[in-house]
């Protein structure tokens, strides 16, 4: 993305979450917001759930090649720092996941080994976040109110979404690479990338193949892993809304959750897909009975809960290397050879 592109990207945001507010009751936000009360760092909890099953799925995505240097715990700080690089980091290159292949290599893991978990780990998070898509439409066709005109879009997403899953499986049998190579050299700059590091990529390609066709079972189970990952992820919503005394059993707490993905997805375009996110909250709790004023409640206390896990992250990247910009340098460096 464009420098120049970002600030407006960003100021669009910002005007869209003041508009979701203006529309709503700021003084009602609040007044959801203080009724929780002392309990809220408790709902700080689930997301570290998250965060430890998805790095159980990151260490199954090694396979049998786990690097005798690496502990579970260095891995989950690892994980970390780089999820809060791409969360809060506006840049292009420097991105979470070089960030994990630096500092899986920084204790002695090779460059390829790191780069082909976090690529395979990538893959297979999506993966699973798409199921869980098709999941939470096929809950949402059966959980919403009769005559909601979101039912129709439900049952076509949970289509759509199965299609693009098994799509996705082929291509990682196939060969990811080789086929999104083949798209990404119609671009000039794509392609002189791409011949510059072609051994690379060709490397790390087979071993994502090797994966899945010489390891199924690990493939398996970290995809088992990410998927109740995503189940975890449900657990915020569903144990505020029984705080609260909201209407939103589990299922409902997982089709809520699994649409807020595809708001984040969609609005990957806008920085920390700001506004897209929250529109996307408002839009799924009122569509299950609730009020805007609950549902922007929601959204900040879940920006809350993103912001201090970002600030801890970026607390464990510190520890490993305390210069941002050497970082940088160390991953263009490492990048390039």
Request: aromatic content about 14%.
């Amino acid at each position: 993305m464009r420098k120049p592109l970002k600030p407006l990207l960003l100021l669009f945001g910002f005007g869209l979450v003041i508009v979701l507010f203006w529309r709503a009751d700021p003084k009602g936000v609040w007044q959801v917001v203080k009724s929780i009360g002392p309990w809220a760092p408790v709902f700080l909890c689930p997301y570290g759930l998250v965060y430890l099953v998805d790095t159980f799925g990151w260490r199954l995505s090694f396979g049998s090649h786990w690097p005798d240097a690496l502990t579970f715990a260095r891995l989950i700080r690892i994980r970390w720092a780089g999820e809060s690089v791409n969360n809060l980091v506006p840049s292009g290159f420097l991105g979470g996941e070089a960030v994990k292949v630096y500092l899986l290599h920084k204790i002695g893991v090779s460059g390829w080994t790191g780069a082909t978990s976090v690529v395979i780990s990538k893959t297979v998070q999506t993966l699973a976040q798409v199921l869980f898509i098709t999941f939470g439409a096929l809950l949402g066709g059966i959980y919403l109110p009769t005559g909601s005109p979101l039912r129709p879009a439900m049952w076509a997403t949970a289509g759509l979404s199965l299609a693009v899953f098994l799509v996705l499986i082929a291509l990682q049998y196939a060969g990811f690479f080789k086929t999104t190579s083949r798209i990404a050299a119609l671009s000039r700059r794509s392609r002189e990338w791409l011949a510059k590091h072609r051994q690379s990529v060709a490397r790390v390609d087979e071993g994502i193949r090797s994966f899945y066709h010489r390891q199924p079972r690990w493939f398996l189970a970290s995809g088992g892993a990410y998927f109740a990952g995503w189940l975890c992820d449900t657990i915020e919503i569903w144990l505020l809304s029984a705080w609260l005394g909201w209407p939103i059993d589990w299922p409902r707490a997982a089709v809520i959750e699994a649409f807020i993905g595809v708001a984040k997805a969609l609005g990957s375009f806008v920085p920390a897909s700001l506004g897209v996110q929250e529109s996307g909250v408002v839009l799924l709790f009122r569509a299950f009975g609730l009020t805007s004023n609950e549902a922007l409640a929601y959204a900040l206390l879940r920006r809350g809960r993103e912001l201090v896990y970002a600030l801890v992250g970026l607390g464990f990247l510190y520890r490993e290397e305390s210069s941002l910009k050497r970082l940088k340098v160390e991953i263009e460096q490492n990048s390039s050879s």
